[in-house]
């Protein structure tokens, strides 16, 4: 059964792209969390606790926008179709959904996550914004990174 966002939380962003790689290209990029700094620029750091493959329970520690020192674990990996990771951070507890279909036109991405705790319900308005600009930037980071071409 498909692991979701929390969808009573006070904030939730989806967002949407395609993306004119092969899907496999696409799936390595987004799950090799520790190479997240070399064409994310919101990401600092990231450092898997857990080696090989992303799975469920593997887990990662990572910085990006300002929050720091950041526990993520993967709750389903669904290989080149979905994965599902969270965790809290600095009071807030995220849930994020990815996604993957090969179509005609590319690989359709999909991205939801949900932001719920005492410092989002403090300031929804604000991390309602932050949130839809990470996932934009996210998402505009992975199709440049993904459509570079291979030499």
Same mark, same amino acid.
């Given at each position: 059964?498909?692991?979701?966002? /929390? ?5 939730? &962003? ?8 092969? *899907? #496999?290209?696409?799936? $390595?990029?987004?799950?090799?969390? #520790?190479?997240?700094?070399? %064409?994310?620029? /919101? ?5 898997? $606790? ?14 990006? +926008? ?7 674990? +993967? #709750? ?5 179709? $979905?994965?599902?990771?969270? !965790? ?7 849930? =994020?959904?990815?996604?993957? &279909?090969? &179509?005609?036109? !590319?690989?359709?991405? =999909?991205?939801?996550?949900? %932001?719920?705790? /005492?410092?989002?319900?403090?300031? &929804? ?9 990470? *996932?934009? =930037? %996210? *998402? =505009?980071? *992975? @199709?440049?990174?993904?459509?570079? @071409?291979?030499?």
């Amino acid at each position: 059964m498909p692991v979701g966002i /929390d969808e009573k939380a006070p904030v939730i &962003t989806r967002d949407d792209i395609v993306i004119d790689a092969p *899907l #496999e290209r696409v799936w $390595r990029i987004q799950t090799d969390v #520790e190479n997240w700094p070399a %064409w994310q620029p /919101d990401v600092s750091s990231s450092v898997k $606790r857990t080696p090989g493959a992303l799975r469920p329970g593997s887990s990662w520690v990572w910085s990006v +926008a300002g929050l720091e020192n950041i526990t993520s674990t +993967a #709750e389903q990996v669904e290989p080149r179709r $979905r994965i599902v990771w969270g !965790g809290p951070a600095q009071g807030i507890t995220a849930v =994020h959904v990815w996604i993957f &279909t090969q &179509t005609e036109d !590319g690989v359709h991405v =999909h991205t939801e996550e949900s %932001w719920a705790g /005492d410092p989002v319900t403090a300031e &929804t308005a604000y991390f309602q914004q932050a949130l839809d600009t990470s *996932l934009d =930037h %996210w *998402l =505009h980071n *992975l @199709k440049q990174q993904a459509e570079k @071409k291979r030499s």
